[in-house]
């Protein structure tokens, strides 16, 4: 067998600029089911290939009535039960390759909430509305269809909703940052039984009192120097978790307007990259409404959301936001990264703010979004859908490389009739156009990891081997990344992170078999302890993806 060394293969991301013009790179829409029974309000990707969808526990009839509600009391066919919302499932796990639901149980109110994976896959979910507000809830993903949620005996400091978390590099820890009407952040688990919430100024600094506050789902990204970003309304810091310490206040981002909820519009860490041992950590943001949305819409007038994008690299000494614009103002959208290191823009409206019938004028045409071209042909308007995706919409990537699309629901109970947008339960899926058939011949395939030591995560730093086979044309460009799955809510994505990983050897042997010798995230500041979708990528095609864990030796 004659092995032949590529060269000039282990080198980063191609902007796929060998697949065709961006006229045949629009993308294809799926409609994967009528019904999910609950509006997939929130939305996270598990390592088992499911997908945890979940509402509100108060918005009415879902399509799944329990026997029994949480205080054992026997759910029965009279009026009274049929209407009660907690004789309803307001969750669901979706099977990916199966394409079905089945129903899960909550007892307590996870609206408008916020969670973080473990290092084990477990989704620590935290806070919530009413009875939900402080509560801790788990969900252990398994492969027989059994698990549901659990509820867990502790509970947070604060009330929190409308908070966000993020996951830490030490000890499985997730702090948990603001709320309505909360200023604060705490940690969960605690680390002794005393401790409580941090009190943060920078979010009193932020909130609009008379607009809904604006710095609600603030923005959070885990800076690989360890230290938690932190974004709330137009204003960001840089925070030391570990001594309750601000020790940087960026600039103001440009322009007039709001990005964090009610404005609602979203944010993304671009790639970490190997090249620069993931030391440049850039933060991007995008959109959100117009100064006094939300009183307006109130009243009837919907005002025009923002345009603009601003990119900040959040490490080094200089900061400054470059600015840009998208084709059309968009706000209550999703962010999310592609395997190739494009980020899709879906979901969303064009006018409005987030709140119950607060929205208007759809916006129907995802945005690709470019980051390594050069300013002003960085966005690429893609194929539109017909179902209008508003508030309480939802989006998640897939392993196979698609993004699953649920939810909308800008009402507080199911309400199908009569209104300018209908609660949506059809699920959907975008197709992007590297999943065409026409590019088979250069996607890798039949990928495998390769675990030493009998173990099933990869250490810090360590070198690991993954196969594939590549058809006849391969690029000179071969790729390799690595994609924290986030749990995905109100126009942010919680925890998302990509990694490019550096590629020490990449041989080509027989057959159209390849191996490489990739390394390992350096650190739990990079990577996070957990369970990430490697993915080869060729030429800007990615291959199907593969759960890999990456975790301390």
């Not at 032949?4 to 697949?19: T, Y």
């Not at 099933?456 to 994609?483: D, N, Q």
Request: with cysteine; aromatic share 10%.
């Amino acid at each position: 067998m004659i092995s032949i060394l590529f060269f000039l293969v282990c080198f980063g991301f191609s902007d796929g600029a060998n697949v065709g013009s961006s006229e045949g790179r629009k993308g294809q829409w799926q409609l994967l089911l009528n019904s999910t029974g609950v509006v997939g309000m929130h939305m996270a990707l598990t390592y088992r290939n499911t997908v945890i969808m979940f509402d509100q526990t108060g918005a009415g009839q879902s399509s799944y009535q329990l026997r029994r509600r949480s205080n054992g009391s026997r759910c029965t066919r009279s009026n009274h039960d049929l209407m009660d919302s907690s004789c309803y499932a307001h969750s669901v796990e979706y099977d990916i390759s199966a394409n079905k639901v089945r129903p899960l149980r909550l007892d307590t109110d996870p609206w408008c909430s916020s969670a973080s994976f473990l290092s084990n896959g477990t989704l620590l979910q935290t806070g919530g509305n009413g009875n939900g507000a402080k509560r801790v809830r788990l969900y252990r993903p398994c492969g027989n269809h059994q698990c549901d949620w659990i509820q867990s005996k502790k509970s947070l400091s604060d009330e929190r909703w409308y908070a966000s978390s993020q996951i830490l590099p030490e000890h499985d820890r997730v702090v948990v940052v603001g709320g309505r009407r909360v200023f604060t952040y705490e940690f969960v688990p605690k680390i002794s039984p005393g401790e409580k919430s941090f009190d943060l100024p920078f979010l009193h600094q932020t909130n609009d009192r008379n607009a809904g506050g604006n710095n609600l789902y603030p923005f959070l990204h885990l800076s690989s120097d360890g230290n938690l970003f932190v974004f709330a309304n137009r204003d960001s810091i840089l925070l030391n978790w570990r001594r309750n310490k601000v020790v940087k206040s960026f600039p103001r981002i440009p322009g007039k307007g709001s990005r964090n909820y009610p404005s609602s519009g979203s944010s993304a860490l671009l790639p970490l990259d190997h090249r620069d041992n993931f030391q440049k950590v850039e933060v991007m943001v995008c959109g959100g409404s117009s100064t006094g949305a939300l009183k307006a819409a109130r009243k009837g007038r919907f005002l025009e959301g923002l345009r603009s994008c601003g990119r900040m690299v959040i490490t080094g000494n200089n900061h400054k936001w470059d600015m840009e614009y998208r084709p059309k103002p968009r706000l209550l959208h999703d962010m999310l990264i592609l395997p190739n290191g494009n980020i899709l823009i879906i979901n969303g409206a064009k006018k409005g703010c987030a709140g119950y019938d607060n929205a208007r004028n759809a916006s129907l045409e995802p945005y690709l979004y470019s980051p390594n071209r050069r300013l002003g042909k960085r966005f690429t308007v893609l194929k539109s859908t017909k179902i209008a995706r508003m508030y309480h919409s939802s989006a998640t990537l897939l392993p196979d490389g698609r993004v699953l699309v649920a939810g909308g629901n800008p009402h507080g109970r199911y309400t199908f009739h009569n209104v300018a947008y209908p609660t949506e339960l059809r699920l959907q899926a975008f197709v992007p156009h590297y999943m065409e058939r026409r590019y088979h011949n250069l996607r890798p395939s039949n990928l495998t990891i390769e675990y030493g030591g009998g173990s099933h995560a990869i250490g810090y730093g360590t070198e690991f081997r993954v196969r594939f086979l590549l058809g006849k044309r391969p690029s000179s460009e071969v790729g390799f990344s690595a994609y924290a799955p986030p749990f995905t809510t109100h126009s942010f994505a919680m925890n998302q992170r990509m990694l490019t990983l550096r590629c020490k050897s990449l041989v080509r042997s027989g057959g159209g078999w390849v191996v490489a010798v990739l390394e390992a995230p350096p650190s739990s500041h990079v990577a996070p302890s957990g369970y990430y979708l490697f993915t080869v990528v060729n030429g800007g095609i990615p291959s199907m993806s593969q759960w890999v864990q990456f975790a301390h030796a």
